[in-house]
């Protein structure tokens, strides 16, 4: 899969961005639906190639979920546990798709990471593949 240079530090930014919005967020991988990261950031010591990887099946359980319930198309997937949750979101746009991928802890609040992540699903959604320079 061949995800151009500039959405890659789009990616890069709005892991960033998100990790520093919203308390209690303590990873942020975007990754592609096969399992490779693309951007990350985090306060934890994780490995975020794993967490691309997991999130890869977790997130297409999701969408196979909504699509068997005749839900419409899967906008996000959480998974909640004793200390936080994971929030799976996929994103589709003209070059290429993607997972952002949220882990938070138990204090961080669900809908503010939800919003603030669907905010970034929409903006790389709307990213336009780099059009090859043409000679005059």
Known sequence: MNISRL???KAASEAQRILEDIAGVTTVVIATPDGFEI???SLRNVDPARIAA???SIS???AVVSQEARLGRC???TVATDDGFALFSP???GETELVVNVIAGAGAVLAQVMYRTAACVKLLEAHQPEQP???A
């Open 39 to 41: 951007a990350s950031a």
């Open 60 to 62: 297409a359980m999701g």
């Open 54 to 56: 997991m999130a890869s």
């Open 91 to 93: 994103v589709r746009n």
């Open 7 to 9: 959405l890659k530090l």
């Open 75 to 77: 906008k996000c997937t």
């Open 133 to 135: 320079a043409t000679a």
